[in-house]
């Protein structure tokens, strides 16, 4: 009888090397011609002005931060309600219920308290305001 991890060591060295071979042949076989224009910034065809660095609202990483918080959370939650019939069956409802439940009422903490700090509050610039009727 064969190891079950050969298989996955096989599949872990396939991975590796066909990626690793495709682009050692691309640079070998590529065309190079080197010339200013590459090495240039490119802003959609239009000529960069300014500063390359600048602020971002913080708000951005706030709501990026709880949009992966909640989207993990639904990947936790899907396999767990696949196997909820049979959890219930094997062990009961309390103890199929209750962790999720308590799972779920942490996160509702987590958006209760974000949400009393502003985390989730927009805060529009005053050329948005003028735009949209002082809103």
Same mark, same amino acid.
């Given at each position: 009888?064969?190891?079950?991890?050969?298989? *996955?060591?096989?599949?872990?060295?396939?991975?590796?090397?066909?990626?690793? !071979? &495709?682009?050692?042949? !691309?640079?070998? *076989?590529?065309? !190079?011609? #080197?010339?200013? +224009?590459?090495?240039?910034? =490119?802003?959609?065809?239009?000529? #960069?002005?300014?500063?390359? %660095?600048? %602020?971002?609202?913080?708000? =951005? =990483? &706030?709501?990026?931060?709880?949009?992966?918080? $909640?989207?993990?959370?639904?990947?936790? *939650? $899907?396999?767990?309600?696949?196997? =909820?019939?049979?959890?219930?069956?094997? $062990?009961?409802?309390?103890?199929?219920?209750?962790? &999720?439940?308590?799972?779920? +009422?942490?996160?509702?903490?987590?958006?209760?308290?974000?949400? %009393?700090?502003?985390?989730?509050?927009? *805060? +529009? !610039?005053? %050329?948005?305001?003028?735009?949209?009727?002082?809103?």
């Amino acid at each position: 009888m064969s190891n079950p991890w050969i298989a *996955i060591g096989a599949l872990a060295v396939v991975a590796i090397v066909i990626p690793v !071979s &495709m682009i050692a042949v !691309s640079s070998l *076989i590529r065309p !190079s011609v #080197p010339e200013q +224009g590459k090495t240039a910034v =490119y802003e959609s065809g239009e000529i #960069p002005t300014g500063d390359t %660095r600048i %602020r971002f609202n913080i708000q =951005y =990483y &706030m709501i990026a931060l709880l949009f992966v918080i $909640f989207d993990i959370e639904t990947v936790l *939650i $899907f396999p767990w309600t696949v196997i =909820y019939s049979d959890a219930v069956s094997q $062990f009961g409802m309390g103890s199929a219920l209750l962790p &999720m439940l308590i799972f779920i +009422g942490v996160l509702g903490i987590g958006l209760v308290w974000a949400w %009393r700090n502003g985390a989730v509050r927009w *805060i +529009g !610039s005053d %050329r948005a305001r003028e735009t949209t009727g002082g809103a």
